[in-house]
């Protein structure tokens, strides 16, 4: 059998789940699906069985910590599963896993270029482990963004973008990322679909960009953004969007540099960026994904006032 599909998303908004890794029909495995992201002080990943071919049955009374490469060890604790639900979407097919997180008191300890160490021991006495190397700190160029979440969901600087334009969005390389994964949401398209002629989308609208290279830092917006939707979004849409966006909308864009580990777990429908991988990163008595992501994010506004800076792009 496969691993159940808890999904698993770059950042809480994709279609993407965990890619699937072939196990013996009937076996009682571990699995593990977790991703350390330098944005965030709470940090969380999933335990659960591979019993059940469409559930995620859960594991409760784990051991989990995780050592960072200067011998600093952060001890994940069961919590309640809301903890995880940005990053691990409830299975449509069962129930969700065992949520494990870290307290928000420990501040921001994912840091860019470090290396971290997973150690899982249940209550059956199975010890799984991974290990993730974070890539390396990066930056957008002519954008404002952050690179850590803001306290109280304060919202960070935008800038404006032209209406009718595609802008070059170039950020400069990470060093150690095998890629770089890019969730684009569009608010307020839905006002703009009886002059489009197109059918009005769920808002926001999310669109992703990827780019399987560790070079590849420049994308078109919003022309490059959608390529794993395209079959599933309505087809005026995508072609209302192409070659600019109209005056009114609000952006946030995320580009998140991402390891070797989530690029080969990171998947779903149409969504498979480095093929058809099936290879755990988790060793030992578990299987599943243990990977990291450094996140940078940018607000813009399309038209609106001159008071806001111009978006430079790359």
Request: proline share 8%; net charge neutral.
């Amino acid at each position: 059998m496969r691993w159940p599909i808890a999904g698993l998303c770059v950042l809480a908004l994709t279609g993407c789940t965990i890619a699937d890794v072939t196990t013996p029909p009937g076996q009682d495995r571990l699995v593990v699906q977790g991703v350390l992201r330098t944005d965030r002080t709470l940090q969380a990943l999933i335990l659960y069985r591979s019993v059940a071919a469409s559930e995620a049955p859960p594991e409760r009374g784990a051991q989990v910590v995780v050592t960072r490469d200067d011998g600093a060890r952060f001890v994940f604790n069961e919590v309640s599963n809301a903890a995880c639900i940005p990053d691990v979407p409830s299975n449509p097919g069962g129930t969700l896993g065992t949520c494990y997180a870290t307290p928000a008191p420990l501040g921001f300890w994912v840091l860019p270029g470090r290396t971290y160490d997973l150690e899982v021991t249940t209550t059956r006495g199975e010890v799984a482990r991974g290990r993730t190397q974070v890539p390396g700190a990066f930056s957008l160029v002519g954008l404002p963004f952050d690179a850590r979440e803001r306290a109280n969901g304060v919202p960070g600087e935008q800038c404006r973008l032209p209406s009718g334009t595609v802008v070059p969005v170039t950020w400069t390389r990470s060093s150690g990322a095998w890629g770089y994964i890019s969730p684009l949401l569009i608010f307020g398209l839905s006002a703009h679909a009886q002059s489009g002629g197109f059918t009005p989308p769920a808002d926001p609208l999310e669109l992703v960009g990827v780019s399987v290279s560790s070079s590849d830092t420049t994308t078109l917006l919003p022309d490059e953004f959608g390529v794993f939707d395209r079959f599933n979004l309505d087809q005026d849409l995508l072609r209302f969007l192409q070659g600019g966006l109209p005056n009114g909308l609000n952006l946030v864009l995320t580009i998140s540099a991402a390891d070797r580990n989530y690029i080969n777990g990171v998947r779903g429908g149409s969504f498979n960026p480095s093929g058809q991988v099936r290879v755990s990163s988790v060793v030992g008595d578990g299987v599943g994904v243990f990977g990291s992501l450094v996140p940078l994010t940018a607000r813009m506004t399309v038209g609106g006032s001159a008071a806001v800076p111009l978006c430079k792009g790359g």
